[in-house]
């Protein structure tokens, strides 16, 4: 059973530009999590999607992100106009949303803008 | 205001000496509480758990923590530290299972021969 892949690993992008960032939760997860971990910070929460529903976007900046989590198909993160400041690292965590469950994390994809 | 406080940057001990890696949260409901270990351009990996029950739990990798409700309490704890502890160590808390995480800074551990 694959754990939770994310790619790309790496992704770099100019100012200006579109970033997309893609996560597949483990086989029979059907919640996912967004986090955004900055230089010697922990995970700030982003985003909490269910398949083709946000249950969550408290953490989400209001402008240039979105998010979507298709009956189909990965979970994406979408970052438009990337800025200096959006350069972090991106993890993804899924959970079979049952009581007492674990998110399990992906590797990240980290962001550089430059 | 809900928080994971990780008091400790960074700990340095020595390779066989015993670690404690402290943690206190602020949650207005039942914690449940999480200790993940994140290798250098990893993810996270959990270690341990507590939701209810005994309140000294075991993880893997030899890792146990307890739960002190009077304290606010949740540090990681482990006998007999290996160079391959070394990592970055973090304190998480959620309302209920199936919920946004709420993430200490970390603790980056050293290990010294």
């Known amino acids: 059973n694959a754990g939770v892949m994310q790619n790309p690993r790496h992704l770099v992008r100019r100012r200006g530009q579109e970033a997309r960032l893609r996560c597949s939760p483990m086989?029979?997860?059907?919640?996912v999590y967004w986090y955004r971990q900055l230089p010697e910070e922990g995970l700030k929460f982003m985003v909490y999607?269910?398949?083709?529903?946000?249950?969550?976007e408290s953490g989400m900046p209001k402008e240039r992100f979105s998010a979507e989590f298709p009956k189909e198909g990965p979970s994406i993160l979408r970052i438009q106009q990337v800025v200096r400041g959006d350069s972090a690292a991106y993890f993804c965590?899924?959970?079979?949303?049952?009581?007492?469950?674990?998110?399990?994390f992906g590797p990240g994809t980290r962001l550089t803008v430059l | 205001a809900q928080s994971v406080t990780q008091p400790d940057i960074h700990i340095t001990v020595s390779e066989g000496a015993s670690l404690e890696l402290r943690c206190n949260y602020s949650?207005?409901?039942?914690?449940?509480l999480f200790w993940y270990v994140q290798s250098p351009g990893q993810g996270l990996q959990l270690l341990l758990k507590?939701?209810?029950?005994?309140?000294l739990v075991q993880g893997i990798k030899g890792f146990e923590a307890e739960f002190k409700r009077s304290q606010s309490s949740f540090n990681l704890r482990k006998p007999s530290v290996h160079w391959s502890d070394a990592a970055e160590y973090f304190c998480?808390?959620?309302?209920?299972?199936?919920?946004?995480?709420?993430f200490g800074k970390g603790t980056t551990l050293s290990v010294s021969s």
């Open positions: 999607l269910q398949k083709e529903n946000i249950i969550d």
């Open positions: 507590y939701f209810s029950g005994d309140t």
């Open positions: 965590a899924s959970s079979p949303g049952l009581a007492e469950n674990e998110q399990f």
């Open positions: 949650y207005g409901a039942t914690p449940y």
């Open positions: 998480a808390v959620g309302n209920q299972a199936g919920t946004a995480l709420i």
């Open positions: 086989k029979g997860h059907s919640h």
